[in-house]
């Protein structure tokens, strides 16, 4: 049984950071793509950040980029999303996610990802 668990939103000025964290059991974080997703009420799953398979390569979406970083700690089973300088429209739920499958280089479609958490809530106050 695989399960993702998200932690660290919560309710912050705009400026403000955040580090999110996302623990996976019955599965590793190693030799597979893994990332992070969003959605805001009324929008559909947007892609965020992802890393490939060996951590190497990282991708970010362009309303993101110089502003997050993903990582993770395989050592810990964990995923991480550091968000600085957070803006308003950064509210939204974010999930993390993990692709069954090995040696994937990190898509940025949602849909390429079987393992999802339940989602934690961000909000960014203006």
């Known amino acids: 049984q695989v399960q993702l668990v998200e932690s660290g939103g919560g309710l912050v000025q705009a400026g403000a950071s955040l580090r999110l964290s996302c623990i996976i059991s019955?599965?590793?974080?190693?030799?597979?793509?893994s990332g992070w997703f969003r959605q805001a009420p009324g929008k559909e799953r947007e892609f965020v950040a992802t890393i490939n398979w060996n951590g190497a390569t990282t991708r970010y979406a362009d309303s993101v980029k110089g502003r997050f970083t993903i990582s993770r700690d395989i050592a810990k089973n964990a995923q991480f999303l550091q968000m600085d300088s957070l803006k308003a429209e950064d509210t939204a739920t974010y999930y993390c996610?993990?692709?069954?499958?090995?040696?994937?280089?990190?898509?940025?479609?949602?849909?390429?990802?079987?393992?999802w958490g339940r989602g934690i809530q961000v909000t960014v106050s203006s």
């Open positions: 019955g599965l590793t974080f190693s030799g597979r793509a």
């Open positions: 996610a993990a692709d069954r499958e090995g040696g994937g280089a990190g898509s940025p479609a949602a849909q390429r990802y079987d393992y």
